[in-house]
């Protein structure tokens, strides 16, 4: 019986040592096997297909598609921030298309290629968007100061137009980027103080900038008719 239980002890020890050696080797193997396994995740492909939002009415002719795409690339902590999105021109993205949220405004379409762009964020020193104070429709410009996420300014309002906060900001039919009436954020502070005859408003805006995932390009169908219309009036002085 002693024997048999000092042998055993051995033949433990042994296996254990051989365990330990071969560990390395499993290790190997297994993540080898983890690795053929993530190629089969979906997450890892890239996916072609584009499904855009669209509508065929024989009364109201559609004037906006939505594509969604998600967010692989995302700055906030410079003044020029910008985004990388997995959809390019082979799904129809073009230069100069919106991109929104399901909270607001994100920015504007930059550069394309096959299978991405680049997105101009709004927290870019040059962003400009015309904005409307939903509640008096009165129009101004939306732009970022360059220090915060999570504010922006509106500019152009006029010290007798009556604004407080909480009032809402949205986008204007001004723009042949945005639909109209998309959310960017609510009046956080009003100075009617100023130097000039415009109120220094501060905007706490309401897109999430930092933890944007999936985003929508939106494309006008009309751009361009628009445009052909205005270009001339450029000229004129």
Not at 149 to 171: E, P, S, W, Y
Request: aromatic fraction near 8%; proline fraction near 2%.
């Amino acid at each position: 019986n002693s024997t048999n239980r000092v042998a055993a002890r051995i033949d433990a020890g042994v296996s254990f040592l051989t365990e330990y050696i071969n560990l390395r080797s499993t290790n190997d193997a297994l993540s080898r096997e983890n690795a053929a396994l993530k190629t089969l995740l979906p997450d890892v492909a890239y996916i072609d297909s584009a499904i855009k939002s669209q509508k065929e009415d024989t009364i109201y002719k559609q004037q906006y598609t939505f594509l969604t795409a998600k967010v692989i690339n995302n700055t906030v902590n410079r003044r020029s921030n910008y985004l990388t999105l997995n959809k390019g021109s082979k799904q129809g993205i073009e230069r100069e298309m919106g991109v929104i949220s399901t909270d607001g405004i994100v920015g504007i379409v930059k550069d394309v290629s096959e299978h991405y762009c680049t997105v101009y964020s709004f927290l870019h020193k040059d962003s400009r968007i015309s904005a409307r104070i939903k509640k008096s429709g009165y129009i101004g410009s939306m732009v970022w100061d360059g220090f915060d996420q999570t504010h922006g300014r509106l500019n152009d309002i006029a010290k007798h137009v009556k604004i407080a906060k909480g009032d809402t900001i949205i986008t204007s039919s001004f723009s042949a980027i945005f639909p109209e009436g998309v959310m960017i954020g609510v009046v956080d502070e009003v100075n009617a103080k100023t130097g000039n005859n415009f109120q220094d408003i501060k905007v706490k805006l309401s897109t999430p900038f930092g933890k944007l995932t999936y985003v929508y390009v939106v494309s006008n169908l009309f751009k361009e008719e628009q445009r052909a219309l205005e270009e001339p009036l450029k000229n004129d002085r």
